[in-house]
């Protein structure tokens, strides 16, 4: 599971804003109070066992004194108000987790409001662009990291490729580096 934030709208489009959020987030935190400590806390799109994942990634260090500047170098010294959609019956816990989120947001000012849905409107609302910011997960079938950097961060194809970006991602630099990542593979 992960935060999707769209980049192609404010408040998002600031890389500020978006590391703020993530400078915001003890994962480990996430874990032990919204699921009673029985997951790992991610530092990727992908787990162990999918070919792509780097063991050297670490988890990111909170730092809410840090997260605070940025938001105001941002231009949002007060904060900001924003949505938090996700589903309320696809993941397990994911109202606590969506809860929690929340909590950890809002110590840096960041006031987000939960938006939980019964998965048959959320998946309408996040592919129609209707979210700037939800709770996500995706399995990676094939045991290749390129399942998910193909199919939820490349530009949108109208195929499969981007079929799930629901971030705005989208750019020839990106899909290039896909690419050649997904023709990097050893097997």
Known sequence: LFLCLRVDRPPFSDPRVREALDLALDREELVRRSLGGRAEPATQLVTPSII??????????????????????AGHPR???????????RYVNDVAILQELARQL??????????????RDFFPLIEGGGSSMHLLGYSCE??????VLGALL?????????????????????DRLIEEADGARTD
């Open 142 to 147: 094939s045991g290749d990291a390129g399942d």
């Open 79 to 89: 904060g900001l108000e924003v949505r938090l959609d996700g589903p309320s019956n």
């Open 106 to 119: 809002g110590d840096i000012g960041v006031r987000a409001t939960v938006n939980a849905l019964d998965k």
């Open 154 to 174: 490349r530009s949108a194809t109208g195929g499969a490729l981007g079929s799930l970006n629901s971030m705005g991602l989208a750019g020839p630099a990106l």
């Open 52 to 73: 792509g994942f780097d063991p050297a990634l670490r988890l990111p260090r909170p730092d809410a004194a840090r997260a605070r500047a940025l938001l105001a170098a």
